[in-house]
């Protein structure tokens, strides 16, 4: 690490510590709902994907939510909805879903459309980070999600949740250093090793990992280290044409617990007590 990379990173971390020492939730709150989707032109074929997701879905994130979160909603969904066509599978359905990285959890209603689960978590190591208009990222989660049954949004180190799952997503995991300062976060928070380990330790027998990352290069140093955790690769997706513009393809990964053997081949290790995971670089 270069002493500059020392000094932003010993900054951020004193601003990290002080939000988790100050850190408070004061209730829900909801964004504006933008009620519909007029106020700017979509390209034709974006509008009838929309309308097509709609219709597939039983879904209006606008009712919701403002115009941009839900146009990001509608995306969001539409890539995993292409993940599955592409593994020839349907989108798992039920049972307990892990969300890691949430941020504000903004694409909690995205999640809900696509897996229907039983129960869905959103884990987030700063949830307590200031957005516009003073409030912080628990509390808008918590407005986003309290019309999601059985959603929840834990501010906590996933690193330290010993919790079965039966899915678990990743939405543009931190595996490298830089997107971790830009997004003013120490590095002590970049510890992908122990994110993957707990993720493998957490899926319950025939669970899976769902796994988005910026571009190929990303997501090569991502399947290597999913791969060192235990975890088998079962399916991938380069998605060259998003819903919504991208400055990189998002490719979609699965991933299962591998055997016993492979595991022991790859060297996978379980994390320990206490070990801080990278978070998702979403959008606040």
Do not use: K, Q
């Amino acid at each position: 690490m270069h002493g500059l990379e020392r000094l932003r990173s010993a900054y951020y971390g004193f601003w990290l510590a002080l939000s988790e020492r100050l850190g408070r939730v004061r209730g829900p709150r909801p964004e504006i709902a933008a009620g519909s989707l007029d106020g700017g032109s979509l390209p034709s074929a974006t509008s009838r994907r929309i309308e097509a997701l709609r219709a597939r879905h039983g879904v209006a994130f606008e009712a919701r939510l403002s115009r941009p979160t839900a146009l990001e909603n509608y995306a969001r969904l539409a890539l995993l909805e292409d993940a599955a066509a592409a593994f020839g599978e349907p989108l798992p359905r039920g049972g307990r879903v892990h969300d890691v990285g949430s941020a504000s959890f903004w694409y909690a209603p995205a999640l809900v459309a696509a897996f229907a689960p039983a129960t869905l978590t959103g884990f987030e190591l700063e949830g307590f980070r200031r957005l516009r208009g003073g409030i912080n990222r628990a509390e808008r989660a918590l407005g986003t999600i309290a019309s999601l049954p059985g959603t929840r949004f834990e501010v906590a180190d996933y690193a330290t949740v010993a919790r079965p799952a039966e899915l678990v997503t990743l939405f543009f995991p931190f595996v490298t250093p830089a997107p971790v300062l830009a997004w003013r976060l120490p590095l002590r928070v970049l510890d992908p090793a122990a994110l993957f380990a707990r993720v493998r330790a957490n899926l319950v027998p025939g669970g899976a990992c769902w796994m988005v990352n910026h571009g190929e290069t990303e997501a090569a140093v991502a399947a290597g280290l999913a791969a060192a955790a235990g975890l088998a690769p079962a399916g991938r997706f380069v998605c060259a044409a998003p819903l919504l513009p991208r400055s990189a393809p998002p490719v979609v990964s699965r991933w299962r617990a591998a055997t016993a053997g492979a595991a022991g081949a790859a060297g996978a290790t379980a994390a320990p007590p206490g070990t801080p995971p990278p978070r998702a670089s979403v959008p606040p």
